[in-house]
RNA sequence: CGGGGUGUAGCUCAGCCUGGUAGAGCGCCCGCUUUGGGUGCGGGAGGACCGCCGGUUCGAAUCCGGCCGCCCCGACCA
């Protein structure tokens, strides 16, 4: 490829509005541009990106035995409707109308799609397990993108599903794909970690996230560094302390005005804000009002109480909902409230203090069990330092990029779709369905992301855009620049891909342009080398120099660059 | 959807407070120069109806109102 009809050109400054390390330098090597918030073009660079990486994915699929198929983008109402999600994904999902009045959806993910395929292809237990996948376009509509490439409203994903006959063999092509995932993410230069995820309220009972740890996330990763235990915040435990049984006097009421929050009752009463009982009054998806207990110094975990309550959104509670509990704002407590109570489990058996639901008024020995009943449950957020759940240790919160993800949904979607096969026994049973999802957009930013220097990108070779970037200069030298057209033939001859800089551009311009677009080996082909029959090789990540005989300059670059 | 910011040339920005008809640097084109780190000199083109609509005013990039785009924080995100 001659840089000089390269289309896109590279920036010396980020526009404005770039933000994380990555977005600024795909912007500025020219690897995409957007059009709209959150929708982008891929320019030739990271074109070639992106289908390296793919390419990557697919060989992983393949070797776990999937099968590459294609969906459509443009996807009918009748099958979302089956599942429920036409009206759940609403805010979410692209949604056209044909000439006719017939509504679609832009592909928001296939699971409806690819089942009600498996209900008419698969019949028989004997065509099971069967996996299959495709890189396809999906819209979704965020209401708010975010870092270039990180959060977008249209990108391609490898989404694959899998289709088998019971649990255990469920659990078996699961983790497959956990594997596949793992060796694919290594292969591409992402040092991804599993961890446990909120499996949301789509069903399903075990899910997995392909994190890849950097300050630019925007998950939280609560990680041991003691044991492996990792998880998303949303799903994340700790090891709980049992406290002793309480010796608290009986209840009694505290003047507290104006004291509405834990900051100002530490302030007032000079007590610790783990004493305190903080009770937050939530409105479940169903309108049901929801009561929730927590020491003063915890923090909700929303995906935890959604789950607990049966999904759908959450919303603190309005002023009709604190009437009819009889809570009064800024000083709820669980004591005579009328409403369902989730008491957290870091609430220990004793003694605090918690809002009397009377204005400017608290009660102090507040005992759980004894003085108020509710539901244990684990609704907190783990904060660091908290002890691993499995070993013990402190953990640490971590922020991650979300590379890929896997569902085991089990009979979830076979029941909601009535997708049936004839089992070895001769009954019909649902198919144990799951899915496994990478964003490749998303994917090529978070390497860009955790490969970088001062002066560029700095591209894993098995994703690189060119293996091999050739600087000819001076240019208008015509010894110089047969020189190094004869060795981009020699290269490109031995399937090594080149980017071949023969613009008629300063020194400064081209190593800049070059430690810019990362490729991993920068060739030189200079008047002061051509002369000698010599040319410089850099290795882009070690900044190692190394100087060839341009006779034997091509043979020695393949072997750099496709190291076999 | 809530909060904050922002919108002037391809990019980075100044001008706005205090109204008088729009600027700089970089980039782009040509020539020479230079050719191992965004080179130098000279010439040149073009380029923003100052996001849009309305209002105030003799006069609006500038003041006022509304809307839109974009960015950030939050909410949301199988």
Redesign the pocket.
Known sequence: MRQSTLFG????????????PG?KLML?AAIAR?L????YTWLPIGFRVAKKVEQIIREEMNGIGAQEMELPVITPAEYWKETG?WD??E??AFRIKDHSGHDFMVS??H?ELVMHHGRSELLSYRQLPVAVYHFQSKG?D???????L??VREFV?K?GYSFDADLAGLDKTYWAHHGAYARAFARMGLDALSVES???????DV?HEFQVLTDVG??RIVLCPGCRYSANMEKAVRRAAAGAASTAPAMEPVSTPGASSIEDLVRTLGIEAGGLLKTMLIRAAGGEVVAVVLPGDRELN??KL?KLVG?????FANEADFAKVRGIAGFVGPVGLGARIVVDVSVAERGYVAGANRKDTHTRNVVPGRDFAGERADVHDVKPGDECPSCGKPLEIRRGVEVG???K?GPYYADKMGATFLAEDGTRKPFMFA???IGVSRAVQTIIETNFDD??IVWPAAVAPFDVHVVA?????AE?RTAAETLVADLEGRGVEVLYDDR?????????????IGCPL?V??????VGAG???V?RRKS?E?LMLDAAAAAAELALLAKPS
Do not use: C, W
């Open positions: 050109r590279t920036l010396r400054d980020a526009p404005a509005d770039a933000q994380t977005h500025r957007p709209a918030a959150g929708i999600r759940t994904l805010p979410v928001y993910t699971e979704r965020e209401a708010r993108p975010r870092a270039g990180l959060r994903m989404d909120d499996t949301g309220n789509m069903g399903g899910a925007e998950d929303e995906a959604r999904g759908g959104e959450l919303a993800n896997i569902f949904f899915s496994y999802g002066a560029g200069m001076p240019v208008k030298d110089v008629d551009e300063s020194a400064g311009v081209k190593f800049a342009d070059a430690d810019l920068r030189t082909v200079s008047k002061r080398n010599k040319v410089e850099r900044g120099v």
